[in-house]
Structure formats: structure tokens, C-alpha cells
């Protein structure tokens, strides 16, 4: 019965250990993807925000305002 309790534990720990990787691995590449997308004028985060200027009608948000949406639309992308 403990030789079965261990090996279900150290299942469970190499999982969680998976899941830790997969996330950190996802937040580096959605890093880099938003650093692409900053790199050109024409580049996802900035038509990101212009259509959000041009759908809320307020011309002062900028990439610091969007920061959380944008992270979370290259997060998800990414996944």
C-alpha cells in the first residue's frame, strides 16, 4: 500500500512538474511574440491597440494600458 501511495505521488509531482514547464515555456514564447509584434509598425500589438483606440473612441490608450490584454491574447496564442 505505501510503495503504491509513493509511486501515485511521484506522478502526481512529475505532472505538476509538466505543467510548470509547459506554462514557463508558453510565457517565454508569448514574450517574444509580443516583442515581434512591438518590432513593426504594422505588427499585431500595434493594430491591437489602434483598434481599440478606434473601437472605444479613446486616443490615449497605449501599449501600457493593454499590457494585461495584450499578454493574455499572446499567452493564449501561443497555447
Known amino acids: ?3 503504491y501511495t ?3 505521488i511521484g506522478e502526481y ?3 505538476i512538474r ?3 514547464t509547459v506554462i514557463l515555456i508558453t510565457h517565454v514564447m508569448a514574450c517574444l511574440w509580443i516583442i515581434i ?4 509598425a504594422d505588427g ?3 493594430s491591437f491597440i489602434a483598434a481599440e483606440k478606434d473601437s472605444t473612441g479613446d486616443l490615449t490608450i497605449d501599449s501600457y494600458g493593454l499590457a494585461r490584454e495584450i499578454y493574455i491574447n499572446a499567452f493564449y496564442f501561443m497555447l
Open 1 to 3: 500500500m505505501l510503495g
Open 6 to 8: 509513493r509511486q501515485k
Open 13 to 15: 509531482v512529475e505532472f
Open 18 to 20: 509538466l505543467e510548470i
Open 37 to 40: 509584434g512591438h518590432s513593426d
Open 44 to 46: 499585431w500589438v500595434n
